[in-house]
Structures are given as C-alpha cells and as structure tokens.
T-cell receptor, first 111, second 113 residues
Framework: GENVEQHPSTLSVQEGDSAVIKCTYS??????FPWYKQELGKRPQLIID?????GEKKDQRIAVTLNKTAKHFSLHITETQPEDSAVYFC??????????FGKGTKLTVNP | KAGVTQTPRYLIKTRGQQVTLSCSPI?????VSWYQQTPGQGLQFLFE???????NKGNFPGRFSGRQFSNSRSEMNVSTLELGDSALYLC????????????FGQGTRLTVV
C-alpha cells in the first residue's frame, strides 16, 4: 500500500526566513497531494493541494512542487511569520483509494 | 455552513470497556473518514465510508469498527479498550472519497485508564 515519508520531523527558522518540508510517496498511482496545517489543540486544516497533472502551485507565501518521476513533493513557505508555527502534514491519495498522511513536521518560527 | 462536528470532545474509559464516537459531516458531504492521531505517529487511517458503505479500512484490529447512516453521519466503535487506544480520534468529511479536500472535525480525545 501507499507509504508517505515526511522530513524533517522538526524545523526551526527565524521570522522572515523560508521553510521547506519534503515528502516522498511510494504509490506511482497517487494523484492528489494535500498539505494540512494543525495548530496546537486545533483540527488539521487544508492549506494547499496539488494534483498530478500540475508541477507547481502557489498561494501567496505558500507553494507546493511535485516531481512525479521522483515521487516527491515539497511545501515551501516564504517570509515565515510566528503564526506559521504549527505541525504540517503532507498526504497522498490515489491508487490505494485512501488518503495516507506523513508523520508531520513541527515548524517553529522564532521572532 | 456548519463544519464537521464530533461528539463527545473528551472521554475517559477504563480498560476493557467499549466506546462509541460520533461524527456529523458537512451538509452534502457523503464521505466520512476516521483517523487516529498519536504523538509521533501522525494521522493513521482507520476507515472510510461513502454512501453507507465501508470503502476502505486501515491496519487496525477488528476491535475498531464503524458505520455510516443514511444521513451520512458516522460512528466508530472500539471494543475491549486497551491503554494504547488512548489518542485523538479525528473524522473528516468530503464530497466524495479520498482525492478531494477533506474537512476535519475537532476530534474526540479518548483516554483509557
């Protein structure tokens, strides 16, 4: 079945710096790749997603890139702010017909 | 539009007991998925229901079961609770299964003592 690996597990950056989180997936049939942000004590919320027919997608300070050949996708956050501090989860869905999540990255943005 | 509602928010149960958790999806959403969240393990898929049918199941023992009603509300049941079942249980609803945006509820925090 699908397996999603996410790195790093923790990431600490200074306010204004960029943050990059990387995920790899195992099922070449996967075609949907969402990213969720979970603030402490809150529910996960979708921040951006990408489908396999697109290589890159941007939404203000957030971008996601997808490399289907290498089976990896990445989340890029530019000009980080303290409110970006949270746990970020990548996920993949497709061949296995279920959404499989990575184990999460705890991002800390230091003022 | 009301979001995904999970009840109860918190539960404390004793080993060996059973528990039922409820999830009401967003109106019009027919797909409900359940996840177990524990520190360091992320979100582990339990099962997914669509139009009252279980479409997919994760790698959890048979003590974990679920169902979906005709109004798309879903319940999950855990029998013979173990200490290791302590976790945050999240449900997510979507218009259709697995490759569309999933909206999460706030979860039920289950503590087994």
């Amino acid at each position: 079945g699908e397996n999603v690996e996410q790195h790093p597990s923790t990431l600490s950056v200074q306010e204004g710096d960029s943050a990059v989180i990387k995920c790899t997936y195992s099922d070449s049939a996967s075609n949907y790749f969402p990213w969720y942000k979970q603030e402490l004590g809150k529910r996960p919320q979708l921040i951006i997603d990408i489908r396999s027919n697109v290589g890159e997608k941007k939404d203000q300070r957030i971008a996601v890139t997808l490399n289907k050949t290498a089976k990896h996708f990445s989340l890029h956050i530019t000009e980080t702010q303290p409110e970006d501090s949270a746990v970020y989860f990548c996920a993949a869905a497709g061949g296995s017909e279920k959404l499989v999540f990575g184990k999460g990255t705890k991002l800390t943005v230091n003022p | 539009k009301a979001g995904v509602t999970q009840t109860p928010r918190y539960l404390i149960k004793t080993r060996g007991q059973q528990v039922t958790l409820s999830c009401s999806p967003i109106s019009g959403h027919r797909s409900v998925s359940w996840y177990q969240q524990t520190p360091g393990q992320g979100l582990q898929f339990l099962f997914e229901y669509f139009s009252e049918t279980q479409r997919n199941k994760g790698n959890f023992p048979g003590r974990f079961s679920g169902r979906q009603f005709s109004n798309s509300r879903s319940e999950m049941n855990v029998s013979t609770l173990e200490l290791g079942d302590s976790a945050l249980y999240l449900c997510a609803s979507s218009v259709r299964p697995f490759n569309t945006e999933a909206f999460f509820g706030q979860g039920t925090r289950l503590t087994v003592v």
